[in-house]
């Protein structure tokens, strides 16, 4: 993604996002794609002094943004750049501040590896030239690859929290089958499933009881693995479910015709409204995984706003964003 586009995204949703509740001129000043807002009818004004003042109270490490699609990265280290200007405009040490960016504020999901592994050391190359012993510390990065279910032995989920509340477990067992089932072929379908809203620390603590007592069976091998990949799939459920202040992206751009037959058949029944290029599909993905009053951000081809397979995509933004 070019560097001036990646700016102007960031710019105008983190940025704006925070001098709407933090008006700062110096901060301002030194992002060069910010645009200040045209001026609006006094009705509209009023409805946005509104909104505004769910931002006046928010701290920096409460800023949530995601990049769902984030490739290697861009979006994610621009916004880095962006935070800690915003955390140090608040009186916090550049060091403290990129431990919290890392481990507060940044989100990110790939369904490619590579993709993932670059994304993530470039984030913690950002995080290391504002805090030189941040690699030593433990640090939790929000950062993803997308694993699917397929393959996973469910035989083996009998092993898992067998230390908990029998209660407890039970719903730990439902919501997991339940994931799992959602998470099947997630590597097609990435960042555009519909998660719905789980119990996150009880799955947590759900995957890691895992053990055994008495003899290991034959089916009890792999157990290590398939925990790993059951801890993988949480994490990047947990985020899926996750509202978000801010969502930036470069969209992958995919036509219907260029789809798989599964691909096609999950945008069609998932996506009715959007159905005709991935690219609108993450247009109402990105919407849906904002908080009511946060900011979208996306380079997208021009369509969507006159063809008519688009109508009801532009009465859904209209009418609800």
Known sequence: TP????????????????????????????????????????????QLAIIREEYKDIKPEEIKVIDPCMGSGHILVYAFD???????SCGY?????????????LYGL??????????YFAVM????????????EGVRCNLYAIEESNGINRQQLQYFGQSMDPLARNLAMTQMQALLDMMKDAKEYGSIIKMEQMDWPLLREFVASAGFTGQ??????GLE???????????VGALLAQKYDVVVTNPPYMGSSGMGASLAEFVKREYPDTKSDLSTVFMEKTLNLCQASGFMAMINIPVWMFLS?????????VKNH
């Not at 962006?82 to 140090?88: A, D």
């Not at 040490?93 to 504020?105: K, T």
């Not at 790993?228 to 799939?233: D, E, N, S, T």
């Open 3 to 46: 560097d001036w586009i990646v700016r102007y995204m960031v710019e105008n949703s983190l940025g704006r996002l925070w001098l709407e509740g933090h008006p700062n001129d110096s901060l301002k000043s030194g992002w060069k794609y910010y645009l200040d807002e045209a001026e609006q009818e006094a009705e509209v004004q009023a």
């Open 82 to 88: 962006v935070l800690m200007q915003i955390y140090e």
């Open 309 to 317: 397979s688009y109508e009801r995509l532009r009465e859904y933004i």
């Open 110 to 119: 790939d369904i490619d590896q590579r993709a993932y592994q670059l994304a």
């Open 93 to 105: 040490s550049q060091r403290d501040a990129a431990r919290s960016i890392v481990e507060n504020n």
């Open 225 to 235: 693995e398939t925990k790993a990949r059951l801890q993988q799939l949480v994490e």
């Open 125 to 136: 190359m950002k995080a290391r030239q504002y805090n030189r012993r941040i690699l030593g």
């Open 216 to 221: 290991m069976t034959f089916d009890a091998v």
